[in-house]
C-alpha cells in the first residue's frame, strides 16, 4: 500500500512540474516576445553621423574680421556650457615648425591644440572651444555634439582656430571639410520637440589639411578612471582668452536619471558659457619620457546647478565604447 502511494504521488509531483516548466517556458516566450527592440537595444552601437561642410571659398568669403567678432560674442548657451570658438583670418598659416607643450608665459596652462571654432548655427555667427586630438589623420577636433547639430539644424562654415590668445591668433585659422556627430546624439536631437541625450554629446570637425606640422595633437585616453583633471575652455563673452579649472573627477549615474547611456563623469568645476566642447585633461605617467603627460580624457558639455542654484557643476560624456567608435568613425571620413 504504501509502495502505491508513493509512486502514486511521484507521479503527480512529476506532472505538476512539467506542468510549471511549460508554463514558465510559455510565460518567457511571451514576455520576450512582447519586449520592442528598441527597449531591448535602445542605441545604435557605433559610428556617427556626418556632412560635407562649406566650401572653401564661401568659407573665406563670409570669415571677415567684425564676423568673427560677432561669433565670439553668441554663447551657443544649451542646456550645456555654450559658446567656446573663434576663427581667425582665412588660412594665416605662420609657424613652420610643431609648437611644443612648453605653453606660452602668457597663458602657461593653454596647450597649442586647444582652440575655439567659430561657425554659423541657424544663420548666425557662433562658437564653441575644441582640441585637435591625436589621431591616424592628424585632422580630427574633438568638441561638443550641440555644437555642430541640435534641433534638427547643423552648425555651417566652420572653422579653428588653435590657441586663440586675445585677438593673438598665432597658427592662423583652418577651414573644416566635413563634420560629424555622435548618431545616439543625433537621434536624441534631430526633433525640436525631444530632449537632447547628453550623455552621447560627442561631435568632430575634420579639418581640410592636416595641422601635425605646425600643431603637436593631444593624444586622448579611453575609459578614464577618477582622479584629478583639468578643464580648459574659452567661457565667456567674448570669449577671447582660455580658462582653466583643475578639479577631481569621478562617475555618476544620478545625472541624468531620466535618460539611459553610459554614465556621464562629473567636474566641480564651472567654466561657464563659452566652454562647451573644450577638453578635459588628466595626467598620466608615459614610461618612455618618464614624465607625466596630458591626455584628453573628456570634454565640458553640461552645466548642472547645485541645491541652492549658487554653484554649478560640469560634466561630459565618458570617454568609453560610444567614443572610441565616434572618434574611429570620425578618422576615416575622408579616406
Not at 144 to 173: D, K, M, Q, V
Not at 290 to 296: H, I, K, N, S, W
Request: aromatic share 12%.
Amino acid at each position: 500500500m504504501s509502495i502505491r502511494l508513493f509512486s502514486y504521488l511521484s507521479i503527480h509531483v512529476r506532472r505538476a512540474l512539467l506542468a510549471i516548466t511549460i508554463g514558465s517556458g510559455l510565460a518567457l516566450l511571451l514576455y520576450s516576445a512582447a519586449v520592442p527592440p528598441a527597449l531591448a537595444n535602445p542605441f545604435q552601437p557605433s559610428g556617427g553621423i556626418g556632412r560635407p561642410d562649406t566650401s572653401l571659398q564661401e568659407s573665406r568669403e563670409y570669415w571677415s574680421e567684425p564676423r568673427i567678432a560677432a561669433a565670439l560674442r553668441n554663447d551657443l548657451g544649451l542646456q550645456a556650457t555654450g559658446d567656446g570658438a573663434g576663427s581667425g583670418p582665412p588660412d594665416l598659416l605662420a609657424p613652420t615648425q610643431p609648437t611644443p607643450r612648453s605653453m606660452s608665459a602668457q597663458s602657461p596652462y593653454l596647450d597649442p591644440a586647444v582652440g575655439k571654432l567659430v561657425f554659423l548655427y541657424r544663420g548666425s555667427p557662433s562658437s564653441c572651444s575644441g582640441s585637435l586630438i591625436d589621431t591616424p589623420s592628424q585632422r580630427v577636433v574633438l568638441t561638443a555634439g550641440h555644437c555642430l547639430y541640435e534641433a534638427g539644424r547643423w552648425s555651417n562654415a566652420i572653422r579653428f582656430i588653435p590657441e586663440l590668445r586675445g585677438w593673438n591668433r598665432p597658427h592662423g585659422s583652418f577651414p573644416a571639410a566635413t563634420k560629424t556627430v555622435e548618431i545616439n546624439w543625433f537621434n536624441s536631437t534631430r526633433y525640436p520637440w525631444r530632449q537632447p541625450n547628453v550623455r552621447f554629446d560627442f561631435g568632430a570637425v575634420v579639418l581640410q589639411r592636416q595641422l601635425a606640422q605646425l600643431i603637436e595633437p593631444l593624444p586622448y585616453r579611453l575609459y578614464p578612471g577618477a582622479g584629478m583633471t583639468r578643464l580648459v575652455g574659452y567661457p565667456g563673452s567674448p570669449g577671447l582668452w582660455p580658462r582653466m579649472c583643475t578639479s577631481e573627477t569621478w562617475r555618476s549615474a544620478s545625472f541624468e536619471r531620466p535618460r539611459r547611456g553610459p554614465t556621464m563623469r562629473i567636474s566641480r568645476c564651472d567654466l561657464k558659457g563659452g566652454s562647451s566642447g573644450g577638453p578635459w585633461l588628466g595626467w598620466f605617467y608615459d614610461s618612455d619620457t618618464g614624465q607625466q603627460e596630458l591626455e584628453v580624457t573628456g570634454l565640458s558639455s553640461t552645466r548642472y546647478w547645485r541645491i541652492g542654484g549658487r554653484r554649478a557643476w560640469i560634466s561630459s560624456p565618458y570617454f568609453g565604447f560610444y567614443a572610441e567608435e565616434f572618434i574611429d568613425f570620425a578618422d576615416t571620413m575622408l579616406d
